[in-house]
């Protein structure tokens, strides 16, 4: 079949042992009311029966196979690989509704000078048994209105919190290849360093529309915690080497940002404490305090933490 190149969208899933959930990941792709597009698979390393699953299943999916190097490395090879106009990547199971890539492509057609466009997304908690069970109702679609704010420069805006999600942004694939991808380099937060080096360059909108099921269950890496917190390097880093200005003149005080690196960190140390790694939560949590000292609750859940006190974890 001929796709027409000027609209057609290279969809890119990393998989890795993604078997359980794949299926119905690629079923809403396939089923997207605009039909132009491909769709890479590039599975990093799966031991499971990922790899079968597409070959018998998938054959019009573009399958590419590597040694184990990590979710940005696999997003990487797909986006060399991509002929669309626009790019998608999309994690292994989350789940679109049919018209996400529809109302994605209206955007960037009728917005030319916007580089991404990301939907908001529902989070979405299926049946611990893998199935997906019934799905929730999609809200009315209101269009192209945009989320007030978010309509531009935005790389203010991701100074303060990561709200694009992967599987719920759309991109032009040159504005993504003259950024250079996915820093590899990065173990978490990769996606959030991309938009902020997009955003820094080109205006980035944000849709009000939510077309994207988000499943949450317990593998997924977004609830790992790590010795190390990135999310608050990768801030710290962009807003000394490019400070905290969109290019239109939007853009925080530094006591905005200080309060927010503050809350990011106190999370951070409260997450250590309730797993039981008492110092690496009372170092963060002391680290909190000291950007705002106000915050005496904060010095007092490192005192508690000293002495051995751990909060309950929430499953």
Known sequence: MSLPVDRLVSVVV?????????????????????????????????TDGTIQLLRHRYPEVTLVEQANA????????????????????????????????ARQVECL?????????????????????????????LPPDPGLRLVEGFDGW???EFLLDCWALTSATMLRTDAVRECGGFDVA???AEDWDLWLRVARRHPF????????????????????????????ELLIRAARDHGLYSPDGRGLTPARFRAQI??????????????????????????????????????????????????????
């Not at 909108?205 to 988000?214: D, M, N, T």
């Not at 949450?216 to 790992?224: A, D, P």
């Open 14 to 46: 990393p998989t890795f042992n993604a078997e359980r959930h794949l299926s119905e990941t690629l079923d809403s792709v396939l089923s997207q009311t605009h039909q132009a597009f491909e769709v890479i698979v590039v599975d990093d390393g799966s």
């Open 70 to 101: 990590g979710v940005g490395a696999a997003r990487n090879r797909g986006l060399a690989m991509a002929r669309g106009r626009y790019i998608c990547f999309l994690d292994q199971d989350d789940v679109w509704f049919p018209e996400k890539l």
């Open 109 to 137: 057609e009728f917005r030319p000078e916007v580089a991404a466009v990301a939907c908001p997304y529902v989070f979405w908690h299926p049946p611990a048994d893998g199935s997906g069970g019934c799905l929730p109702p």
């Open 154 to 156: 935005t790389y203010h």
């Open 186 to 188: 990065l173990p978490y």
């Open 205 to 232: 909108v944000l849709l009000s529309w939510p077309p994207v099921l988000y499943r949450q269950h317990v593998e997924q890496g977004s609830r790992s915690i790590r010795r190390i917190d990135h999310r608050c």
């Open 262 to 315: 503050a809350r990011y960190r106190m999370e951070f140390g409260y997450h250590h404490l309730q797993r039981g790694n008492r110092w690496v939560g009372v170092r963060s949590l002391l680290h909190s305090w000291a950007l705002q000292p106000a915050q005496w609750h904060t010095l007092a859940l490192a005192g508690l933490g000293a002495i051995g006190w751990r909060p309950a974890s929430v499953s």
